[in-house]
């Protein structure tokens, strides 16, 4: 057991986040290694990423290290000084002094057993029956029935104890993502009623469409969603970083929400609560306190935290994408009001490519946009980190049964030249958004093709119209991904003009394939009256290669390609 001296000279158990192993990541030579949140960043130049071997936790623990820089740099960082940070790195000797007089400074809120200000926890926490429940509450992989295993197949009985590095992980993962639903009620938070905390919502992470931009080590991840105030420019006038800090920068909390950062129900869509990227990055979504013997954790008291809803927060949160959002506005009696853009887990994230290549001048130019894309890419173009390849990669939670529990994640990534999303020619994103809308018009195309076939043989034809969407789009995601990762600013227009010919010969064969699969009823045709009063139409399996292949030629023409 690892103890410390407590400043009445007493030892206490300690478990310090900066000195002890507790975050798995997998390094650029190939070896996986555990590390103490000082060896990341020490190390961050031969770590390729965090590799905790679920997405969420890897996600959750991003954002705490990109808080880590926050709180080092600082959150007005200048285009000058933010290149020379991406360049030189944690092994500059001038760099790595600050991380360590950081570290230094705030050293004991890292610590997940301190007595007076555990990490990410409240001292002290309690129920009116001092009792804390089992280390499933903050699990989010086990099952609340059979079909919502997400990661793992574990039962709750081996949840009976923890190390403490795999509760570090799981503490952080529940600050970001935890579900909504009734919590412990704290002694001491007025919100409580007859001894419960009632539902405040999901945590402020589940609220987003997470997109990262993963350079080709850990280093440039990290930097490359390090984004200064300057990302605004006079977009968001009403925007103050001012008062922006990490959770350990600021005083220690306690059971009462926290004034000036749990927002009333009545101030939803004012977004001051958010104070800026540093807070929202470290936000307490839940009071917590674990029940541990100084190594091992037994039990958690999971309890509510400061409120916060994602209604216009588009000036502090850097990491999604946003929409407006009519309904916000009319619920919330608002002119404006922008919602984060979710990832849909049954669709693959190159299918929203779209909307992360608008340009920053389309921004300027409309005041009121209907998209916005995540500020880290604005950003990133403003810094002109363009012409290397990156991985973008989209974290997200779907939650079920009012926001009670988790019903899906999303874990999906592409492999791209970064010019993609930065450059500021036009063209670059013009040929991303014809390749994609030339592929779902053609999969519409076939879908037409597969229920035509289905009408032949006289079936519904709503069925083998999803099948055919199906079977396209996955045959279509590998293909895409493949032919995405070697667009440039110089070969855009040529790569077009190729995607243009492979998704044609992709419908062909796949046309064929559905083709070939028709029954005899289907081929032999029959008539088909749409409705009582319309002429009768004849279909048949000829007919509809003959349609198939007449509405090919007129999307993709054989002379474009």
């Given amino acids: 057991m690892s103890k410390i001296e407590s400043s009445d000279g007493r030892e206490q158990a300690s478990f310090n986040l900066l000195d002890r192993p507790w975050i798995p990541v997998s390094m650029k030579n190939g070896s996986d290694g555990e590390v103490s949140l000082r060896e990341l960043f020490y190390q961050a130049q031969g770590i390729a990423r965090i590799s905790t071997g679920n997405p969420i936790q890897d996600a959750a623990i991003l954002r705490v290290a990109v808080g880590v820089l926050y709180g080092v740099f600082g959150n007005d960082c200048p285009q000058h000084q933010w290149n020379q940070i991406l360049k030189l790195g944690p ?19 890292f610590d997940l057993f301190d007595e007076r200000a555990p990490f990410y926890q409240v001292a002290g926490l309690h129920t009116t029956k001092n009792e804390f429940a089992g280390l499933e509450k903050i699990v989010s992989d086990i099952p609340s029935n059979e079909g919502s295993r997400l990661f793992s197949i574990r039962g709750v009985q081996s949840l009976k104890h923890m190390s403490a590095a795999e509760a570090a992980r799981w503490l952080v993962s529940t600050q970001a993502f935890d579900p909504s639903g009734i919590k412990s009620g704290a002694v001491g938070d007025p919100r409580v009623k007859g001894g419960k905390g009632y539902p405040l919502g999901i945590a402020w992470s589940g609220h987003l469409g997470i997109v990262i931009a993963e350079g080709d080590n850990l280093w440039k991840t990290l930097m490359f969603q390090y984004v200064g105030r300057d990302v605004l420019g006079t977009s968001e006038p009403d925007v103050d970083w001012s008062d922006d800090s990490p959770i350990w920068e600021r005083p220690i909390t306690n059971e009462r929400p926290e004034e000036g950062y749990n927002q009333p129900e009545d101030a939803t869509g004012i977004a001051s609560y958010c104070h800026g990227p540093a807070t929202l990055l470290t936000w307490q979504s839940r009071r917590v306190l674990f029940q541990h013997d100084g190594e091992v954790v037994t039990g958690v ?66 005041t009121t946009p209907e998209n916005m894309r995540p500020r880290i890419l604005d950003w990133l173009e403003q810094m002109h980190v363009q012409d290397q390849q990156i991985r973008l990669h989209a974290y997200g939670v779907v939650y079920g049964n009012n926001d009670a529990v988790i019903d899906a994640t999303v874990d999906d990534s592409l492999d791209l030249n970064l010019c993609i999303l930065t450059a500021e020619d036009p063209r670059v994103g013009q040929s991303i958004t014809d390749a994609i809308n030339i592929t779902d018009e053609g999969i519409t195309i076939l879908a037409n093709f597969a229920g035509n076939v289905a009408k032949s043989a006289g079936l519904d034809p709503t069925a083998p119209r999803r099948k055919a969407r199906e079977l396209a789009y996955s045959t279509f995601d590998r293909e895409f991904r493949e032919w995405l990762r070697d667009v440039t600013i110089d070969n855009c227009e040529a790569k077009l003009r190729e995607w243009r010919r492979r998704t044609r010969e992709t419908l062909l064969a ?37 349609w198939f292949k007449a509405s090919l030629n007129k999307r993709i023409p054989k002379e474009e390609m």
């Fill in 301 to 366: 008291l999971l309890c509510n935290g400061d409120r916060l809803k994602p209604q216009n927060a588009q000036g502090y949160e850097m990491m999604t994408a946003w929409r407006r959002s009519p309904n916000q506005e009319k619920t919330l009696k608002m002119p404006l009001v922008y919602m984060p853009r979710k990832h849909d887990p049954s669709r693959a994230l190159w299918r929203n490519l779209p909307m992360l290549t608008v340009p920053q001048e389309e921004h300027e130019t409309n």
């Fill in 91 to 109: 092994s500059d000797t001038a760099i790595w002094n600050l991380f360590e007089q950081y570290f230094d400074r705030y050293r004991e809120r």
């Fill in 510 to 546: 796949l046309e064929f394939e559905l083709a070939q699969q028709a029954s005899t009823r289907a081929i032999v045709g029959r008539d088909v009256k749409e409705n009582p009063e319309a002429e009768a139409k004849r279909y048949s399996v000829a007919l509809a290669e003959i």
